[in-house]
């Protein structure tokens, strides 16, 4: 069960009624200096284009 209360961790803003990213991640051995850390965050759906827009290869989009 997702907890009830989500902040974007981009822009602070708390969601409500949205979509978001999700981005979980355990580093592994090939790492830099992160082995075995779980990180994540949360974007809102804005943040998450901002984000995307500064990709040199676009997102895959089915
Ligand atoms: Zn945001």
């Given at each position: 069960m997702r907890q009830m209360k989500i902040v974007c961790n981009k822009c602070g803003r708390e969601i409500t009624n949205e979509d978001i990213l999700t981005v979980e991640k355990r580093w592994g051995y090939f790492s830099n200096n992160k082995d075995n850390e779980v990180h994540s965050f949360d974007l809102?759906?804005?943040?998450?284009?901002e984000f995307i827009s500064t990709f040199q290869v676009p997102v895959e989009i089915k």
């Open positions: 809102c759906e804005k943040c998450y284009d």
